[in-house]
């Protein structure tokens, strides 16, 4: 057996570890029996000594994430399974291989089995996100574990966790290349291309959890005049103007992606005077604008990172969108986002109905929208959805 700290639970505590849930909090603890320190691996034990589960202690309300719900002393076997087994399922779907898509997440956290490692993966180079320490002090194994999975397809790997990570990890966390080599500049996304700057973009550098969402849209975007709110660097536009928009008009507040929108639809399309772009905040943009708009996009970043600030998000949804529902022309189409996690599915929708009753519109919906299957969710983690959107035919 391990030297590992032990974790023991409170009698009943072990049901949601049963069901594989893979969290536990720290209500459920009875006790530690070693000075636990965040980031240290540790094996979680029931109340009557009943071996449950190995994962990273990480001593907040989460007080531990799991690893693996088997007895194991080689976690670096665990890690590079795991690896493994999340790029044969991006195979089993066909995205990795796939010559339309060379942009795919790879590693999706908890829907992957691997709790706080994100990476993404853009034609050969391979981006990390570390959320919890325990995950970023594992850091050279899921390194090695990328290079034996990926082989000769693996150009550069770079860590970008100084945003994910907890500020006090600031100083040993910085952004840097691990595997150093070229990195990509440019991917193609259903036979889109676009440049990406993954170094110093937003997230990983794209929006890749829209991929499927921007294909429905560029098949409504026939002949309308579409604006699209929160572009970033122009994944929706380009869509709308393949899909033959006969206008289309990106708003965003940052410069860099409103100047990398720009170069995506040159990139896509050459010059193309339908396209407009607005270094702009939104609530500005929507007071003054008087264009008629017949399909507008809001996918805005996420209005609420706590349950604490959750009331005052759904009062931004809500006033958002019923200014789109006020300006929108009859017979005009919205796609509407959430990626707040604590946001669920039920309260977006009430402060989508709540906006639509305040513009006294009549609304259908037409679709209701999700994260792709290369952002899957555990089935036992249903906390792991967090892109919701609906796409509303306003009459
Ligand atoms: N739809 C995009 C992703 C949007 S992410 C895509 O498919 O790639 C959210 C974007 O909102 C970011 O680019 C951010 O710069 C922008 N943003 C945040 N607050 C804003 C505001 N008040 N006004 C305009 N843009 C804003």
């Known amino acids: 057996m391990s030297e590992r700290i032990k974790i023991i639970l409170k009698s009943g505590k072990e ?19 070693g000075a636990a320190a965040e980031g240290d691996v540790v094996d979680v034990f029931s109340n009557g000594d009943e071996f449950l589960a190995t994962g990273h202690y990480a001593g907040g309300s989460i007080a531990v994430r799991i690893l ?8 670096t076997s665990i890690l590079h399974n795991r690896i493994l087994a999340a790029f ?10 796939s010559k339309d898509n060379n942009v795919y997440r790879l590693i999706n956290a908890e829907g992957d089995g691997l709790p706080g490692l994100v990476v993404d993966y853009y034609d050969g180079t391979a981006v990390i996100q570390f959320h919890s320490y325990g ?9 090695e574990g990328l290079k034996k999975t990926l082989g000769k397809k693996l150009k550069t790997v770079i860590d970008r966790s100084e945003s994910t990570l907890p500020s006090k990890y600031a100083p040993e966390t910085k952004d ?8 990509s500049n440019e991917v193609i996304e259903n036979g889109n291309r ?36 929160f572009g970033y660097t122009g994944g929706f536009s380009v869509y709308a103007i393949r899909g033959g928009a006969k206008l289309v008009h990106t708003v965003d507040s940052s410069a860099t992606a409103i100047a990398l929108a720009i170069q995506n639809v040159q990139l896509n399309f050459g010059e193309n005077l339908s396209h407009q772009a607005f270094c702009e905040d939104v609530s500005q943009f929507l007071q003054k604008t008087r ?57 977006f929708r009430k402060s989508i109905f709540a ?16 994260q792709p299957p290369d952002h899957p969710v555990s089935i036992y983690h249903p906390e792991g959805e967090y892109l919701k959107g609906l796409v509303l035919y306003v009459e």
């Not at 937003?202 to 709110?229: C, H, M, P, W």
């Not at 906006?355 to 999700?370: G, P, T």
Request: net charge positive.
């Open 135 to 143: 995950m970023y002090r594992e850091k050279e194994k899921i390194t």
């Open 291 to 347: 264009d008629p708009y017949d399909l507008i996009i809001s996918d805005p970043p996420a209005f609420a990172k706590h349950q604490r600030a959750l009331e005052n998000a759904l009062q931004g949804y809500k006033r958002l969108n019923a200014r789109i529902f006020e300006m929108i022309k009859p017979g005009g189409i919205v796609l509407t986002f959430s990626c707040s996690q604590v946001v669920s599915r039920e309260n």
């Open 15 to 33: 049901q949601s570890l049963k069901r594989y849930h893979p969290w536990i909090f720290s209500g459920a603890i009875k006790e530690i029996k």
């Open 88 to 97: 044969q399922y991006r195979q089993d779907i066909g995205l990795a291989d």
């Open 355 to 370: 906006a639509a009753a305040n513009a006294s519109r009549r609304i259908k919906i037409m679709h209701q929208l999700s």
């Open 68 to 75: 693996s719900f088997e007895h194991s002393d080689d976690l």
């Open 176 to 183: 840097e290349k691990t595997v150093k080599g070229i990195v």
């Open 194 to 229: 676009f440049i990406v700057d993954l170094e110093e973009g937003q997230k990983t550098g794209f929006y890749i959890d829209q991929r499927e969402n921007r294909k429905l849209l560029g098949a409504l975007s026939s002949s309308r005049s579409v604006l699209n709110l």
